[in-house]
């Protein structure tokens, strides 16, 4: 054995406590940090040829990366929709990485079985009924992936064609409807072989970003033959919700597979003053709903939901001699891209153990109410307007004077120490994100982040 990594099995305790040490003083520092530290990259440094063994890389690490990483898992970073880490769920992570495990096979089944009871819980949690099953896969853009990926066999089951086998091709053109897909559908259809143009935008309601059902149901009627509908629950700008009912009623007209996007939008479910704006997800033919968000699990994970594991697993199997059978409960390896993979189940199995459906709605709320009440502090100062009301978790809003790029590139630089929002633009008008999804976020913290806000503003060059 390379007598470095010999030096570290014999001391592995001690250095795992260096470890813990190092994580604990970092996590205890998080909300003090810069949230975006200034971009300096460190010298370039070439492959090690001996290495230093574990205690020298975390100091090397310590002086050359850790300063330079944001402080994304903090309560003050709103960019993207990003989430954190509970402590459940940090423990879970680590026990991952310990116990190593590849949850594929029914030959090794314990993993499997803990990555099944994982998404039962899930399945729970959002108010799906057991026509659902669930997978865990690595985010929202593979969920919504692998839910068009049945959609799309769905298609070939209703146009006679086996699609898996013949590939995307034989089936002819697809047409998939949607008011606001996430850019990750998009993306989605060009590497299923679908193409991006398959997307045929559906008119909104006025002034929203929710699909207008009358629009979608005269779509459809133009449609020649069966389609796909992505419809959205929590658009990233404004959080709007497709009424998920009356796109599902349509399904007694036309003929279409139902995909929800439900990346953190599905959270709304766990609030009861909230849960109609998900009211109907359980119609769907398939669902994406992501865990490193506002599950607040480490990344990376998600979970897809669907109706059809039986067309899933047309399309994923991945069958060798030395791999179980499908049967009735197929293993893993034949329900998403991923062959092997980590038990990734662990960190949201940890956080829903610690925390339960209470804890988890605690967050969901706390965020909720922070995002209130950050809209109510950048509306009230007059250096900023809303370009939408606070529906949930986003806040969407913009300079009162001249919402230039440059000047919200100017006021979100200055504000990134303390806060970090990131940039938008709605509905013709350059705008900034406020999106809440963190477990530590605090009702300073916002205050903290209005304040950020309104001293950048006003620090701004007249224009
Ligand atoms: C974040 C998001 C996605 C993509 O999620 P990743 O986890 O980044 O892959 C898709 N849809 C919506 C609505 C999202 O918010």
Known sequence: MDPRLAQDLADLPTLLDTVRTHTATYLDTLADRPVIPPHRAPEPAPL????????????TFETR???RLSASAGPRYFGFVTGGTTPAALAGDWLTAA???????AYDDAGRLLETETVTWLRDLFGLTDAHRGTLVSGATLSNTVGLAIAREWLGERRGVDVAADGAAALGPVRVLSGSPHSS??????????????????PLLPGREAVDPVALAAALAEQDGPCVVVANAGTVNTVDF???RAVAALKDRYDFWLHVDAAFGAFAGLSPAHAHLVDGLDLADSVCIDLHKWLNVPYDSAVQFTRRQDLQTRVFQNAAAYLGPLGERPDLVHLTPENSHRLRALAAWFTLAAYGRAGHRDIVERNIAGARALGEELAAGG????????RLNVVCFTLAEDPTPERLTALREAAAPHAFVTPTVYDGTAALRAAFSNWRTTDDDVRLTARALHDAAAALEPA
């Open 99 to 105: 116990y190593d495990q590849n949850p594929t096979s």
């Open 383 to 390: 250096a900023f307007r809303l370009l939408a009301p606070v």
């Open 185 to 202: 559908v998009a993306k989605g259809l060009s590497m299923l072989g679908l193409g991006r143009n398959a997307i045929v935008p559906v």
């Open 65 to 67: 990366w850790a300063d």
């Open 48 to 59: 090690p040829a001996e290495g230093e063994g574990l205690a020298k890389a975390l100091a």
């Open 242 to 244: 497709d009424d998920l």
